[in-house]
């Protein structure tokens, strides 16, 4: 508990990322994820983080300042916010959605969730598979019986690209 | 005495004959009668064949509605629920580079709640892990509940959500018809709407 740190007034955590590096946030913003929260409540102040990186804590606390300010007048901008924090490659949603379940932050994770659910709704399965980087695992057999099953789900133009 | 017996004897020769030929040559009429019955008489079940008009295609399905058997005449929904993932699935896994498994299950079911019903079936198009992820019964409940009805939450359909979805589905889908046919009041319509349900 050496690692307190009282600024004023206010209560600051210590987060500890994976690469070990340490960020130092208001307890307010960090009781938004509900990991950190129970924590918190048990007395801790330093919290290492092991399954979260620091390229993905960074964006995190961004999103955590940002939304732990949230007034009426500023739902416009917290949209904004939103809608350029998803904006970003396939590999960086994955490990945030990953992050923000450690952390459990319900909010950030229902947004990751509906990005990811969106932008692969409309895509080939061959566009998929790339995506998730997963390797197709049938015969060609057994491929073509699946896509007979699926009939209906095959009907209409699909987006091939990869973002 | 003996005469009559002689007789009598000679009679039932005479009707074994009669009975034997009846039979040969029944046999195989009886045979071609049974076939033309139809076999799926006495189950409780409701075929239905749609065709989905607002989709603009054709969407062919047979719905068992509580079947109770286990065939897989649902095309390949059913069979794909009970197939189990090939062992390539557990060598490549060990290799890890894959996404895929590399997100914690909760965090797969979450996002596959988001998608709707033909991007779930494109996305079983992937690989055998990816479908087993789109198959998953919590998804196609929450799928279930989201585009149909929240009524039946106690409802434990017999061939899981994904098929009890499926046959909502081609129900809805002959409902939508027959109202627009009622709309439209045309009896052409209605004739070819009978004979096409049977």
């Not at chain 2, 039979?23 to 799926?40: A, E, G, H, M, Y």
């Not at chain 2, 494109?122 to 690989?127: A, E, F, H």
């Not at chain 2, 061939?159 to 109202?179: E, H, L, P, Q, S």
Request: charged share 25%; with cysteine; aromatic share 10%.
């Amino acid at each position: 508990m050496a690692s307190t740190t009282e600024t004023k007034q206010k209560k600051m955590l210590i987060l500890k990322s994976a690469d070990n590096d340490e960020f130092e946030i208001e307890e307010s913003v960090g009781v938004q994820s509900e990991t950190i929260k129970n924590l918190v409540e048990d007395g801790f102040t330093f919290v290492p983080l092991p399954n979260v990186y620091t390229k993905a804590l960074i964006k995190i606390i961004d999103y955590l300042k940002k939304h732990a300010n949230k007034t009426d007048s500023n739902d416009e901008e917290i949209k904004t916010f939103d809608k350029d924090f998803v904006n970003t490659t396939f590999d960086d949603l994955f490990e945030l959605v990953s992050a923000a379940n450690y952390l459990h932050i319900s909010c950030l994770m229902n947004m990751l969730c509906q990005t990811i659910a969106d932008r692969i709704k409309d895509k080939s399965p061959e566009a998929v598979r790339k995506i998730f980087h997963i390797n197709c695992d049938y015969t060609p057999e057994e491929e073509a019986k699946i896509r007979k099953a699926n009939a209906q789900a095959f009907e209409g133009q699909f987006d091939e690209s990869l973002d | 005495m003996g005469e009559i017996s002689f007789f009598l004897r000679c009679r039932q020769t005479f009707i074994c004959y009669v009975f034997a030929t009846g039979r040969f040559f029944d046999s195989p009429i009886k045979i071609k009668k049974q076939q033309s019955v139809p076999t799926n008489a006495g189950r409780g079940f409701c075929t239905v064949r749609s065709r989905g008009r607002g989709g603009g295609g054709r969407f062919e399905t047979t719905a068992y509605l509580n079947g109770g058997s286990s065939s897989s005449v649902f095309g390949g929904f059913e069979g794909e629920m009970v197939e189990k993932v090939p062992a390539a699935v557990a060598a490549e896994k060990l290799t890890g580079a894959s996404m895929m498994e590399q997100l914690v299950p909760e965090i797969t079911t979450h996002a596959l709640s988001y998608l709707d019903y033909p991007s779930l079936c494109r996305l079983s198009m992937t690989n055998s892990l990816m479908r087993k992820a789109a198959n998953d019964d919590n998804a196609w409940k929450a799928l279930y509940h989201k585009d149909f009805t929240l009524e039946q939450d106690s409802l434990t359909p017999v061939n899981g959500w994904k098929a009890y979805y499926a046959a909502t589905r081609a129900i809805m889908n002959v409902n939508a018809d027959f109202f627009n046919i009622i709309k439209e009041r045309s009896v052409s319509a209605m004739e070819h709407f009978g004979s096409r349900r049977l």
